[in-house]
C-alpha cells in the first residue's frame, strides 16, 4: 500500500481501525503523529466538540482564579500549589487548567496531552509554534526561541490576530 502509517494521538468515534489501517469517516478529522497512513483523508487536528485528546491530569490546588486554558505554574510561595503567571518565559510551567475554579479550590491541571490553551485575542498563531507563557496572567504566546523549560507545547491549530482566544496544543515539557 502507498499510504501512510503512524502513531494515532486522538481516535474519533466515527473512525475504525481494520487490520491495523486506521480508517477515519469520510468527514472525520483526525491528528496523527508524522508517519506512513493508509487512507484517503487528509491528516488533521482532531478536535471535535472542544474535546481534549489523551490528556493526563493531576489535581492540584490553585493559589488564584483560573479559567478552562490557563497556563498554569508551580506556585513557589505554596509548596504543593499551582497559579497563574504574568511572567513571559516562565521556567517553572506545569500545564495547564482543564476547568473554570475560584482562587483556593482544587483544580485539575492537563500535564501532558492536547488541550486548548489560552491566547490573547490579538496574537496569531501558526501550526507548530512553540506556546510559552505571557505577562498576562493564564495566557501564552508563541515563542521562536524559547528558553529551556518555558514551553507548555506545540501549537497543532493556526489563528489570526483578532480571531478566537485559545488554541489547540500539544502539551509537553521541554
Known sequence: MG?????????PGAATLVAGVFAPAADEPVLAAPGRFSFGAEARPCL???????VVTKKF????A???????????ANAGQVTTTNTANNTKIIGAARGTVAAGATCEVALSGVLQVN???MTAVTLG??????TTAGLGAPNATPAVGTVIGKAIQAKS??????????????
Open 119 to 121: 491566547i490573547p485575542t
Open 129 to 134: 509554534d512553540m506556546i510559552t507563557s505571557t
Open 61 to 64: 490546588v490553585c493559589t488564584a
Open 66 to 76: 483560573v479559567n478552562a486554558g490557563d497556563i498554569l505554574v508551580v506556585d513557589t
Open 161 to 174: 490576530a483578532g480571531t478566537g482566544s485559545s488554541v489547540w496544543v500539544i502539551l509537553r515539557e521541554n
Open 48 to 54: 471535535r466538540g472542544g474535546q481534549a485528546q489523551n
Open 3 to 11: 499510504g501512510r502509517r503512524g502513531i494515532l494521538l486522538g481516535l
